[in-house]
């Protein structure tokens, strides 16, 4: 499921020149707007918890990249 976003030119345009190769708009943008830095939430959660939120991360936006990829070759 997915839902249409107005943003003014000069945001897009914002986006897009932060947008990496092969990353997606909807990529660029939960990279940009992320959570909050790292430094602001140090020793909220011990080293070992970080690092276990860190891989559950990576997996779901490596699946989530692997699953456009295979939607955009259906389309194809």
Same mark, same amino acid.
């Given at each position: 499921?997915?839902?249409?976003? *107005?943003?003014s030119?000069?945001?897009?345009?914002?986006?897009?020149?932060? !947008?990496?190769? !092969?990353?997606?708009?909807?990529?660029?943008?939960r990279?940009?707007v =992320? =959570?909050?830095?790292?430094?602001?939430?140090a020793?909220?959660?011990?080293s070992?918890?970080?690092?276990?939120m *860190?891989?559950?991360?990576?997996?779901?936006?490596?699946?989530?990249v692997?699953g456009?990829?295979?939607? *955009?070759?259906?389309?194809?």
């Amino acid at each position: 499921m997915s839902k249409s976003v *107005r943003i003014s030119e000069e945001f897009h345009e914002f986006v897009e020149t932060h !947008n990496r190769d !092969n990353e997606t708009m909807e990529d660029t943008l939960r990279r940009l707007v =992320g =959570g909050p830095h790292p430094e602001a939430v140090a020793g909220i959660v011990s080293s070992e918890t970080a690092a276990e939120m *860190r891989d559950r991360l990576e997996s779901s936006r490596e699946a989530d990249v692997a699953g456009k990829a295979e939607l *955009r070759e259906r389309f194809e």
